[in-house]
């Protein structure tokens, strides 16, 4: 138990902007610096919670600026509202699927996760704190509203004085009277791995002169793909980049995509590139997957994963269902039925898919934002899905590009683009948005480049588990044949808004399937601008961000 009379009362005010987005509380480095900013999230959230006396929390976070600092507030303040233990990755180090796994495996009552994800580090860019609750996976939004409602109303947090705890000592320490064991961040999460896929397959595969690259980004997944595909795999030495994680990640800015992983697509356009590329991002949780001359759309991805889960031996009796986010394209809803399993459509974050996953609905779940997972954690897992993608590849002994193109004269082709408008006015993307929606019950015959518009909504969500609703999660304007434009706001940004515009056609098999994705795209593109005044709300003349 703690030693009651350290425990040290501190007066505050609450901030008027501590609401958690698509994926916890992101803002700036220099608002989480303000006095007291970060102590009140995280004082809001244990007083959400109940009944974790004398239990166990877990915390880790991508190792960027400020990580250290924050656990030591959060140790400190843990202690004094009465946690048992503190489970904390060395160095202050989890990636969000390592924390997940962690918070599983050891039965803890939740974890804070410090992380803005594939937001920039640094001290002018961004930090953020992510609540997940005891199943490893964030907390829904009866829970993160409930921390919101707190923080505007907080008068008072919780701490004690200690000194730091060495966060590079690998065993367990004491914060008046609380027992914080610092662990190895990565042989928990690469013993799972070895648990669910086939690791002397892929071992033989690289035998084979079968070359990869994995781009860590100088984020936290360095540690991790060091020790599975270079030690545990036999990868050669270098075949993890940006390896280390560094608290600005280099000046890189995390976020696996085209634009910011282009050092590695250029490698793998190469004739005598790598055979397979892959990044993940700040936090651990995305992939980038890239065959040699054949990039994957994240929603190909998941498609292709799911048709070919069986060949990795932690998912050889099949799936029980496959989740995507609304916005992911339908190429995933084909597999599905053709293995005549569900398909289940959420908002956007992975918060979403929890409840599916526990309930044993779902096994594996995909975003088109570079996200994929599975039941194994409550988390979608960057380093998962490499090593799926490489167990499929070691068991069918083809090319990525044979790979997909098997897959679509299969299944078809769902071609896809998501245009991000960044750092735009919040009133110009919150009245481009109004203006959508309250276009919405006319839009319905409206005709386009892209043929008449047949159906527009603004998707909500009712839980199949608990029932409980998520309105407004985006406007989707549907065309024939699967086509379909789908406008959204960021909700993990940190200045001004983020407009996304995501773009799908469906070829069927037999079609066109070998077309560019901005030719294919086009029409519906022209359809968008028609229909939302892009140009005009936003003032720019091009997306910032095309993936
Ligand atoms: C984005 C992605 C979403 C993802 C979220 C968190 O959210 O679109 O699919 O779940 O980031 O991912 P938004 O609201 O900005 O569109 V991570 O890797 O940043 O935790
Ligand atoms: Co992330």
Redesign the pocket.
Same mark, same amino acid.
């Given at each position: 138990m703690v030693e009651a009379m350290l425990v040290q009362i501190v007066e505050t005010v609450a901030f008027d902007d501590q609401k958690p987005?698509? &994926?916890g509380l992101r803002k700036k480095v220099r608002v989480f610096q303000q006095p007291n900013y970060a102590e009140n999230f995280v004082q809001s959230v244990f007083d959400s919670l109940e009944g974790y006396a004398g239990d166990t929390l877990v915390v880790g976070g991508d190792g960027r600026f400020l990580n250290r600092e924050v656990i030591q507030v959060v140790l400190r303040m843990a202690a004094a509202n009465g946690f048992g233990r503190v489970i904390v990755g060395q160095g202050g180090i989890l990636s969000t699927p390592a924390a997940s796994h962690v918070i599983r495996k050891y039965g803890a009552f939740g974890g804070l996760v410090l992380s803005a &994800?594939?937001n920039p580090g640094g001290p002018d860019e961004d930090f953020g704190i992510k609540y997940n609750i005891g199943n490893g996976g964030p907390a829904p939004e009866s829970v993160t509203d409930a921390i919101h409602a707190r923080s505007l109303t907080i008068t008072r947090y919780k701490t004690l004085e200690t000194p730091d705890i060495d966060l590079d000592a690998i065993g367990t320490h004491d914060v008046a009277g609380m027992a914080v064991e610092v662990i190895d961040p990565v042989a928990d999460y690469a013993e799972l791995m070895e648990t669910l896929f086939d690791f002397a397959a892929i071992r033989a595969l690289l035998g084979t002169g079968f070359t990869i690259s994995f781009d860590a980004m100088s984020a936290v997944t360095g540690p991790y793909a060091t020790e599975i595909f270079e030690r545990r795999l036999g990868a050669p030495a270098g075949t993890v980049v940006n390896g280390t994680p560094l608290p600005d990640f280099g000046h890189h800015h995390p976020d696996p995509n085209l634009v910011h992983a282009k050092d590695l697509y250029d490698r793998l356009m190469q004739a005598d590139g790598p055979d397979f590329g892959a990044a993940s991002?700040g936090?651990g949780?995305?992939n980038l997957i890239i065959g040699k001359q054949r990039y994957v759309t994240p929603s190909d991805s998941l498609a292709v994963l799911a048709a070919n889960a069986h060949l990795a031996p932690g998912y050889a009796s099949g799936l029980a269902g496959i989740a995507r986010?609304m916005p992911t394209s339908g190429a995933a809803d084909r597999v599905a039925a053709a293995l005549g399993i569900p398909l289940y459509e959420t908002p956007?974050?992975?918060k979403f898919f929890g409840n599916l996953l526990d309930a044993g609905l779902a096994t594996i779940c995909g975003?088109e934002?570079a996200?994929t997972g599975s039941s194994h954690v409550r988390e979608k897992d960057g380093i998962w899905a490499v090593l799926l993608w490489l167990n499929i590849l070691a068991a069918r002994r083809e090319s990525v590009a044979a790979i997909m193109a098997d897959h679509w004269a299969r299944y078809g082709r769902n071609y896809y683009a998501r245009h991000d408008y960044e750092a735009i006015a919040t009133d110009r993307a919150n009245a481009l948005m109004a203006k959508l929606r309250d276009s919405l019950a006319t839009l319905a015959g409206t005709e386009t480049p892209a043929g008449a518009v047949q159906a527009a909504d603004d998707f909500s969500y009712t839980d199949p588990t608990d029932g409980s609703v998520s309105a407004k999660q985006g406007v989707r304007i549907l065309f024939a044949e699967g086509s379909r434009l789908v406008f959204r706001l960021?909700?993990?940004?940190t200045q001004g808004a983020?407009l996304?515009l995501y773009i799908e056609r469906y070829e069927p098999a037999g079609g066109d399937l070998g077309l560019e994705p901005g030719d294919a795209l086009a029409p519906l593109i022209a359809a968008a601008e028609q229909l939302a005044s892009i140009r005009e709300f936003t003032g720019m003349d091009e997306p910032s961000v095309i993936t």
């Amino acid at each position: 138990m703690v030693e009651a009379m350290l425990v040290q009362i501190v007066e505050t005010v609450a901030f008027d902007d501590q609401k958690p987005g698509t &994926s916890g509380l992101r803002k700036k480095v220099r608002v989480f610096q303000q006095p007291n900013y970060a102590e009140n999230f995280v004082q809001s959230v244990f007083d959400s919670l109940e009944g974790y006396a004398g239990d166990t929390l877990v915390v880790g976070g991508d190792g960027r600026f400020l990580n250290r600092e924050v656990i030591q507030v959060v140790l400190r303040m843990a202690a004094a509202n009465g946690f048992g233990r503190v489970i904390v990755g060395q160095g202050g180090i989890l990636s969000t699927p390592a924390a997940s796994h962690v918070i599983r495996k050891y039965g803890a009552f939740g974890g804070l996760v410090l992380s803005a &994800s594939h937001n920039p580090g640094g001290p002018d860019e961004d930090f953020g704190i992510k609540y997940n609750i005891g199943n490893g996976g964030p907390a829904p939004e009866s829970v993160t509203d409930a921390i919101h409602a707190r923080s505007l109303t907080i008068t008072r947090y919780k701490t004690l004085e200690t000194p730091d705890i060495d966060l590079d000592a690998i065993g367990t320490h004491d914060v008046a009277g609380m027992a914080v064991e610092v662990i190895d961040p990565v042989a928990d999460y690469a013993e799972l791995m070895e648990t669910l896929f086939d690791f002397a397959a892929i071992r033989a595969l690289l035998g084979t002169g079968f070359t990869i690259s994995f781009d860590a980004m100088s984020a936290v997944t360095g540690p991790y793909a060091t020790e599975i595909f270079e030690r545990r795999l036999g990868a050669p030495a270098g075949t993890v980049v940006n390896g280390t994680p560094l608290p600005d990640f280099g000046h890189h800015h995390p976020d696996p995509n085209l634009v910011h992983a282009k050092d590695l697509y250029d490698r793998l356009m190469q004739a005598d590139g790598p055979d397979f590329g892959a990044a993940s991002d700040g936090d651990g949780d995305r992939n980038l997957i890239i065959g040699k001359q054949r990039y994957v759309t994240p929603s190909d991805s998941l498609a292709v994963l799911a048709a070919n889960a069986h060949l990795a031996p932690g998912y050889a009796s099949g799936l029980a269902g496959i989740a995507r986010s609304m916005p992911t394209s339908g190429a995933a809803d084909r597999v599905a039925a053709a293995l005549g399993i569900p398909l289940y459509e959420t908002p956007t974050g992975w918060k979403f898919f929890g409840n599916l996953l526990d309930a044993g609905l779902a096994t594996i779940c995909g975003e088109e934002s570079a996200g994929t997972g599975s039941s194994h954690v409550r988390e979608k897992d960057g380093i998962w899905a490499v090593l799926l993608w490489l167990n499929i590849l070691a068991a069918r002994r083809e090319s990525v590009a044979a790979i997909m193109a098997d897959h679509w004269a299969r299944y078809g082709r769902n071609y896809y683009a998501r245009h991000d408008y960044e750092a735009i006015a919040t009133d110009r993307a919150n009245a481009l948005m109004a203006k959508l929606r309250d276009s919405l019950a006319t839009l319905a015959g409206t005709e386009t480049p892209a043929g008449a518009v047949q159906a527009a909504d603004d998707f909500s969500y009712t839980d199949p588990t608990d029932g409980s609703v998520s309105a407004k999660q985006g406007v989707r304007i549907l065309f024939a044949e699967g086509s379909r434009l789908v406008f959204r706001l960021s909700g993990t940004g940190t200045q001004g808004a983020t407009l996304r515009l995501y773009i799908e056609r469906y070829e069927p098999a037999g079609g066109d399937l070998g077309l560019e994705p901005g030719d294919a795209l086009a029409p519906l593109i022209a359809a968008a601008e028609q229909l939302a005044s892009i140009r005009e709300f936003t003032g720019m003349d091009e997306p910032s961000v095309i993936t």
